[in-house]
DNA sequence: TTCATTTAACTATCTTTGACCTTTATTATA
DNA sequence: TATAATAAAGGTCAAAGATAGTTAAATGAA
């Protein structure tokens, strides 16, 4: 018997064909749909659509809430983005960051004013801190950062 | 479906166009024509007409009360700068400091795309830190970035 | 057996409503 | 006229409702 996250993976994959790079879903409804708990669905996601694989999610609670979609295409620009990504890992010295986004720049994937931005962002984490912890925090503002830029629609 | 929150919102910005710096609305009725609970308005200003989002709020009770929302006027690029940096001292919250992205952006002194970069420097902070640290983080990166923007050649 | 899947209970966040409170203007009364 | 009552606003806060997230235990597949 196929496996319900199988089918789930599946469906999701439907609604983003070549036409749409991005959708958008209601948790409940999905899971009612499919016969199962709720979380199943977060499960899903958090095995089969992370940004290794070149998805990348963001969600609101509450009323209205939802659970977006979003597929990186797979362009040269995306590639560097999710070679960069891997690269960083969990830690990352601040110095590494930096080169990172220094080749971001050159490559023209953003632009100085946007690499100066980030240089800034990762800047005030010469908190006290210590290293492993600081060099985590880097990594994981610098992740995100980068998520952000694949994200956009170019 | 949309929320009922958006359409308050959406409405109150239709009626501030370009025209319109300052509105002046009863509670009563704006509650009505939406058919809600009037304190449903005040939820809808203290989430997103905030003096972080650029807006004053004065009121009036008793009879011929009223409340006026004023759109602030767009000081200069240096003095928006300057206030929000004062503003955001040691220590901010994540969701006040999205408040201040957004006025960024809607005061057009950083792109969207940069609006998106900086939540999400901001974001992963989420980071399991006591939340007091959490803020400071957050207050400290944000300043850097702030402090960035204000560099910039214009 | 071991690793992946599934579920359930609990938590976090955002929205909407309703009951009760405060302020201001107007009207009635001494 | 001065004061007291009443009416007409808006304000606050906590509870209920609507979603999604997390985690750990149970289950199932290889």
Redesign the interface.
Known sequence: MRLLSDSIESFIKSLLDSENMEIELRRNELAQHFQCAPSQINYVLATRFTPDHGYVIESRRG??GFIRIVRMASTNREELLQAHYQRIGTSISTAEAARIIDNLKTEEIITP??A??????L???A?PLPLAMKD??CA??L???I???A??RI
Do not use: Y
Not at 116 to 121: D, G, I, P, V, Y
């Open positions: 009323g209205g004013d946007e100066s931005l980030m240089l800034a962002a800047s005030p984490q908190v985590a925090l994981g503002t992740r995100s950062m998520l952000s830029i994200k956009r």
